[in-house]
């Protein structure tokens, strides 16, 4: 019952993500109040009634769980995924090393995070680094300035900023 509560949780979140309603790294009051209506509704039967306060912390802790996952994952290659669990697997034994770093990775390796996808595309950064990064202070590159995009890559500068 955990996981299915979870897993509708996580894709109600989503839900909201998508529709550009994440303001830093929350959502405003209405969104949450509409979040915790439709939590109530759909898990009325399994008798799981949350509040707002509740649903917040719900959410700070998934993308604490969504980090150590991510973390263990990039930390090393060979790692396979258990599609039924949402978690990782290791045949050659190296779990044991990562759970004596940080304990809270066996816990995240035992429980798994369902639609770890949609968590991914929600808890990890999306900035861009290197030539195609703009700086919110700068202007916005119009339509007719994207043509110079492959040249600014090629040698390293961005429009404003061209080397003599």
Request: net charge neutral; with cysteine.
């Amino acid at each position: 019952m955990v996981k299915e509560m979870e897993r509708v949780f996580i894709e109600l979140i989503h839900k909201e993500f998508i529709s550009h309603r994440l303001q830093s790294s929350t959502f405003p009051p209405w969104v949450w109040s509409r979040i915790t209506e439709n939590m109530k509704s759909i898990m009325s039967q399994q008798d799981c009634l949350f509040t707002m306060v509740q649903l917040k912390g719900k959410l700070s802790r998934l993308c604490c769980a969504w980090c150590l996952l991510n973390d263990m994952i990039t930390k090393g290659t060979g790692w396979g995924w258990d599609s039924e669990r949402n978690t990782i697997t290791d045949d050659a034994g190296r779990l044991e090393e990562l759970y004596q770093q940080n304990p809270e990775y066996k816990k995240i390796v035992e429980h798994g995070l369902p639609r770890f996808e949609l968590c991914t595309q929600m808890f990890s950064q999306n900035t861009a680094a290197g030539g195609l990064a703009r700086s919110s202070s700068q202007l916005r590159r119009s339509i007719y300035s994207t043509h110079n995009i492959d040249e600014e890559q090629m040698e390293g500068t961005q429009s404003g900023s061209r080397r003599s």
